[in-house]
């Protein structure tokens, strides 16, 4: 059974940083694309960077530049460093392995807001 747990998030001013950790069991953490999603009260739930097994890194273009999708295999924990934070970033930021076909786990989610 896949768990994922998310933790990190909080109240941040504009121009601030966060740095979200998501933990995960159940799942061989090594060999899986990894990606950080969020959801916006009222919006979908979108990915906003994801990190293959060798490293490569794609992000969403109102992130690129912003945030750092880093991961350490060894403690199974994929991480978003959040810097220059935005109100419009304000969302729950959630983890997932990334698959192309759309499947994923949720956890609960960790809450970020941006305001001043």
């Known amino acids: 059974q896949v768990q994922l747990v998310e933790s990190g998030g909080g109240l941040v001013q504009p121009g601030g940083s966060l740095r979200l950790s998501c933990a995960a069991s159940?799942?061989?953490?090594?060999?899986?694309?990894w990606g950080w999603y969020r959801q916006a009260p009222g919006k979908e739930r979108e990915l906003v960077a994801r990190?293959?097994?060798?490293?490569?890194?794609t992000y969403a273009d109102s992130v690129k530049g912003r945030f750092t999708i880093s991961r350490d295999n060894a403690k199974n924990t994929v991480y978003l460093q959040m810097n220059s934070l935005k109100p419009e970033d304000t969302a729950v930021y959630y983890c997932?392995?990334?698959?192309?076909?759309?499947?994923?786990?949720w956890g609960q989610g960790t809450q970020v807001t941006v305001s001043s």
């Open positions: 997932s392995p990334y698959y192309a076909s759309g499947r994923a786990y």
């Open positions: 159940g799942i061989i953490f090594s060999i899986n694309t």
């Open positions: 990190i293959r097994a060798d490293g490569f890194t």
